[in-house]
């Protein structure tokens, strides 16, 4: 089901990631964010959670029937990741300045921009223009038929304080606070289901 090599593991340990994490957060209902063609190829970038409760942004592609993880971060690590040639790296500017996706020599050089500050905050511009848009991020067919659990819609009143609280730290993250919240809760109750 997956498509690993020496090169995107080598990607994702550089983020002190294995390929068993990065797999656990594919087959976790991770979240879909954003999907963009790379040189005639999609790339899926999704959020998802290991069963250790680490939250990483993983960005696919599919392959021959096949998810090929391209590389995969933590979300809240990185930030001051440089990236050379010229890649802008303030995220203060993506509202002043619309950050464009370079052009690659290789997928290992794709992988570098995806975890720079640069790709970082080019992925946080795309997500918050496709919510503005009511758009629903792409879904690779394969990562979804890793989840096909159904889920069920509730509602659940929260402290105006913690909804607040809630919308702030998914804008840091460049994600929606349902999202996020979404993403708290499985993380409180995988981890009370571990204390027995």
């Known amino acids: 089901m997956f498509e690993w090599d020496r090169n995107n593991l080598r990607k994702i340990r550089a983020h002190q ?16 964010i954003y ?21 990483l942004a993983l960005i696919v592609t599919e392959r021959a029937g096949k998810i090929r993880v391209v590389t995969a ?24 300045k619309r950050l464009q996706m370079p052009k690659f020599k290789s997928e290992s050089a794709e992988a570098d921009w995806w975890a720079s ?8 511009q795309k997500s918050a223009e496709s919510r503005s848009k009511g758009g629903k991020a792409g879904e690779s067919s394969l990562v979804a038929s890793l989840n096909e659990r159904p889920s069920t819609q509730i509602a659940i009143r929260l402290p105006g304080a913690d909804l607040a609280q809630a919308r702030q730290i998914a804008q840091r993250k460049g994600i929606g606070y349902q999202t996020l919240l979404k993403m708290l809760v ?6 009370e289901a571990r204390r027995g």
Not at 17 to 32: F, G, M, N, S, W
Not at 76 to 93: C, H, L, T, Y
Not at 117 to 124: F, I, P, T
Request: charged content about 35%; hydrophobic content about 25%.
């Open 17 to 32: 990631i294995d390929q068993e994490e990065a797999e656990q957060a594919l087959r976790r209902d991770p979240v879909p």
């Open 35 to 55: 999907e963009q063609e790379v040189e005639g190829e999609p790339r899926f970038v999704y959020y998802g959670e290991t069963e250790r409760g680490r939250l």
């Open 73 to 96: 971060y933590d979300l809240d690590a990185g930030k001051d990741v440089s990236m050379p040639g010229g890649v802008q790296r303030e995220s203060e500017a993506m509202g002043k």
């Open 117 to 124: 500050s640069g790709g970082r905050a080019y992925l946080k």
């Open 186 to 191: 499985h993380e409180g109750l995988a981890r």
